[in-house]
């Protein structure tokens, strides 16, 4: 079910969010009121999930986010930032270690049904913006998941501590390659790929 908007009139003909409204876990939003508004008009949510499934088996833990959705003519543009936490192999040692991330969002979402109209309108494929669905409802969630691999470092390496790797680490086997362990670039490789099936 899409989450609903708080908001009230500010007495010019235009909704504006009060303060940020929490959304736990969820992360499908009805932005149907907002698409009627005037560009500029605006939300803001303060976003907690306890899990944001990253790329198998990689997975996010204690995601927040916190969100500005702006009416602009094509659709509405959702900008703020986001942290959360995940498990990473470290490409010195090969051992498995938590790591904070963090970044920047900003990404543009386009209706695919006219909210005056309701007429279907023709999304252009530019690879680079998402779907508003015809309940007008817009679902974070691959946003939440494309921005927050894209926060991940390349390398991963669970500490200047780290003793690297060594000749007794499981069983003798031969120090890693410079592929091995980088599990970020393989999901990127994964995202332009399937980028590319869909063009």
């Avoid at 907690?48 to 509405?76: H, N, S, Y």
């Avoid at 959360?84 to 270690?97: A, I, K």
Wanted: with cysteine.
């Amino acid at each position: 079910m899409c989450s609903r908007w708080q908001h009230v009139n500010n007495g010019e003909g235009r909704t504006v969010a009060t303060e940020p409204t929490p959304i736990n876990n969820d992360t499908v939003l009805n932005v149907a009121q907002l698409l009627k508004e005037q560009v500029g008009g605006k939300r803001v949510y303060a976003l907690t999930l306890d899990a944001l499934p990253l790329d198998d088996p990689m997975m996010a833990r204690d995601v927040t986010a916190q969100l500005k959705l702006t009416r602009i003519a094509d659709g509405i543009l959702v900008t703020g930032s986001l942290a959360g936490r995940t498990r990473l192999e470290c490409v010195r040692c090969l051992e498995e270690f938590d790591t904070d991330f963090g970044g920047d969002v900003e990404a543009e979402f386009r209706p695919t049904i006219d909210i005056a109209s309701g007429m279907l309108v023709e999304v252009d494929d530019d690879g680079e913006s998402f779907e508003i669905d015809d309940n007008h409802c817009l679902d974070l969630a691959e946003m939440l998941r494309q921005v927050s691999i894209l926060t991940l470092p390349i390398r991963p390496v669970c500490g200047d501590d780290c003793p690297g790797f060594t000749s007794e680490f499981r069983g003798g086997e031969e120090p890693p390659t410079e592929e091995a362990g980088d599990e970020r670039l393989a999901v990127l490789e994964k995202l332009l790929d399937d980028s590319r099936g869909n063009s």
